[in-house]
Nanobody, 122 residues
Framework: QVRLVESGGGSVQSGGSLTLSCVASGIPFSEYCLGWVRHVETKTREGVAG???????AYEDSVKGRFTVSRDNAKSTLYLQMNNLKPEDTAMYYCAAELNRASMNPDDFGYWGQGTQVTVSL
């Protein structure tokens, strides 16, 4: 059974930092492409960061220079370091995994975690 479990969300003030973690089980972690997707109820899901099997990364334009995605294959863990957080970053953040190709498109991911809430106040 595939499980992705996120943690690390919380409430911070604008300009603050958070690090999200996603621990995976039930999949050969190093073979999977991974990503972070965020969702606000009034908006569509938005791919924030993606990381391929080879370590290449991609970011949504609004988070470039502020967010860093990384993975530790030995720990089957994906991370998202978020710096200089802004109120518009407020969302539920989901970890997602896909075997076949690297992507930030939410529709391309086959496995999802339950999400962790990030709230940024002024």
């Amino acid at each position: 059974q595939v499980r992705l479990v996120e943690s690390g969300g919380g409430s911070v003030q604008s300009g603050g930092s958070l690090t999200l973690s996603c621990v995976a089980s039930g999949i050969p972690f190093s073979e999977y492409c991974l990503g972070w997707v965020r969702h606000v109820e009034t908006k569509t899901r938005e791919g924030v960061a993606g990381m391929g099997r080879d370590g290449r990364t991609a970011y949504e334009d609004s988070v470039k220079g502020r967010f860093t995605v990384s993975r530790d294959n030995a720990k089957s863990t994906l991370y998202l370091q978020m710096n200089n957080l802004k109120p518009e970053d407020t969302a539920m953040y989901y970890c997602a995994a896909e075997l076949n190709r690297a992507s930030m498109n939410p529709d391309d991911f086959g496995y999802w975690g339950q999400g962790t809430q990030v709230t940024v106040s002024l």
